[in-house]
């Protein structure tokens, strides 16, 4: 109230912070007379597009995660285990930018039905299936990728499902333009999934949106109805979970310039170790 006096405002429309104190809020009406509107409503339309100085920040994250996975590729995975594997990526990820932008999943086996794991005690095996999820930082600004490899050959209904994740995150990503809903390139990767036979084992959203955080909006799940716009950028990640054999995930970082455009590069078919 001190400092709205010293500055001499008496009224009007006045952004507020959501974690400004009720009691501070209550005096500043006694003082003034305002209108309060969330600073987070400015702040979300704000944050949603990137400009391209923002975007170079984002490249650099995701060439990061883009390396990681090369460097996954070239260790002996099997007899490893979920949680070893997991911090090795973390170290690699420290090493090459400013930090993980969460913790690492990794999701073998069995554990693969669940899109949420907590990396533990199991050995890899051969004939696994292996989810990483993964994310650099780079000057504040967030990376997420996800890629599903197989140690040896793995059972035949999840090539088959890796088969069905990979067209539904293609069709999603071709869809992407300014000017679609959300909800639209959601819809596309669950029509996909839906239509193999497998859509009640696709459990999350199909995406969200990247940037200072690992979630923010826009969010790109069912029935969504933000608009697309140049500079948005967000993930495409489709999976299918099916308890007791295991699952599949494949996650890009895509930016809205007129269609879409991947941020992550790294090899999107299914490698076989």
């Known amino acids: 109230a001190t400092i709205a006096h010293e500055l001499g405002i008496s ?17 500043l009406s006694r003082t003034i007379r305002m209108n309060p509107y969330p600073l987070s409503l400015v702040m979300r339309e704000l944050r949603m597009r990137k400009e391209r100085d923002e ?8 060439k990061v995660v883009d390396d990681v996975f090369e460097e996954v590729l070239s260790w002996d995975l099997v007899g490893m285990k979920e949680r070893e594997l997991a911090l090795r990526i973390e170290i690699e990820i420290r090493e090459r930018s400013d930090g993980i932008s969460f913790e690492p999943i990794v999701a073998s086996g069995e554990n693969g039905a669940n899109p949420h794991h907590e990396p533990g005690e199991r050995k890899l095996r051969k004939g696994d299936m292996v989810i990483l999820d993964y994310g650099a930082k780079w000057k504040g600004y967030c990376s997420d990728i996800t890629r599903t490899i197989a140690l040896g050959e ?60 690992v979630h923010e909006e826009p969010y790109i799940g069912p029935g969504e109805r933000t608009v697309l716009e140049n500079g948005m950028t967000f993930t495409i990640e489709p999976g299918i979970y099916v308890p007791g054999l295991g699952g599949v995930r494949i996650e890009d970082d895509v930016v809205v310039e007129g269609n879409g455009r991947r941020l992550t590069k790294a090899e999107r078919e299914l490698v076989i170790l």
């Open 11 to 27: 009224g009007g429309n006045l952004l507020i912070e959501n974690t400004m104190r009720a009691d501070w809020l209550i005096e």
């Open 55 to 62: 975007i170079r920040l984002m490249e650099k994250a995701t």
């Open 154 to 213: 793995p059972d035949e209904r999840l090539v088959r499902i890796y088969e069905v994740v990979w067209e539904a995150q293609e069709r999603a990503f071709q869809a992407v333009r300014e000017g679609i809903q959300a909800g639209e390139i959601d819809a596309m990767a669950r029509k996909t999934i839906e239509e193999a036979g497998y859509g009640k084992y696709f459990t999350h959203r199909t995406g969200h949106g990247l940037g200072l955080d």
